[in-house]
Each structure stands twice: as C-alpha cells, then as structure tokens.
C-alpha cells in the first residue's frame, strides 16, 4: 500500500480536524511526524510538519473533498503526477537569496516533487 502525503500542517490541532474529516468520508488516513512535531516544535521545519497521508487509490476522493470544505486543490506535479510536493528549499545563499526575493514580489512560493524533484509555482 503506497501512501500519499495529501496536506502539511504545522500544528497537531489542524491536522487532526482534517484527518477526522477525512475518516468521517470513509477515507483512510494517518498522521506522520505529529509526535514530534507537537513535543519539539522547533523540529518542525526540518522534519517537513506534520503530513497527512492516504492510501494512493484514495487520492480523488480527498481532492473532492477538500474541495467541497472550500479549501485549496491537492497539489500535483506536472511531470509525474505525484502528491508528494512540499516547498522548495534551495541549497546555496544566492539561490535563496534569489528565490526569496522573487517570491516576495511575485507572491509565489516555489514547489518541489519529492519523487522527480522538479521545482516548480
């Protein structure tokens, strides 16, 4: 069973309230990293938050969900259709440097898929 990391919460309290949604609509979903997260909240930015994960075979009927709960569209990445997208973090300080400043007049923020590792909006 290939589970999918659908959304990424920094507090166990939003995370909970989506995986309760989720279950109430028959969806089977977990919780990875909250232990952690919630003991350690200084953990969070290198363990990636706290995920929320679902079976694979579930991924559209989460999309609609969150949908419906009016909240924004599971991110997919263009070229191999993962889930697994989460922010990008460049290497470098230049790379940063760039990056930050673009994201900051663009209001855009750079993805990455953690299967390719494409970057992209």
């Known amino acids: 069973m290939k589970l999918l990391t659908v959304k990424v919460f920094d507090n166990s309290i939003?995370?909970?309230?989506?995986?309760a949604k989720l279950e109430s609509e028959g969806v089977l979903c977990f919780l990875f990293?909250?232990?952690?997260?919630?003991?350690?909240?200084?953990?969070?930015?290198?363990?990636?938050?706290?995920?929320?994960?679902?079976?694979?075979?579930?991924?559209?009927?989460?999309?609609?969900i969150f949908l419906e709960a009016g909240?924004?569209?599971?991110?997919?990445?263009?070229?191999?259709?993962?889930?697994e997208i989460h922010p990008y973090q460049p290497v470098g300080k230049w790379?940063?440097?760039?990056l930050a400043i673009w994201g900051a007049f663009s209001g855009r923020q750079y993805q990455q898929c953690q299967e390719c590792k494409k970057i992209f909006f």
């Open 14 to 19: 939003e995370a909970h309230l989506w995986k």
């Open 33 to 64: 990293d909250e232990n952690v997260v919630s003991t350690h909240p200084l953990y969070a930015n290198a363990l990636g938050g706290i995920k929320l994960k679902i079976r694979e075979q579930d991924i559209e009927q989460a999309k609609q």
């Open 71 to 83: 909240d924004e569209v599971v991110r997919i990445c263009p070229d191999c259709l993962s889930v």
């Open 95 to 98: 790379k940063h440097l760039w």
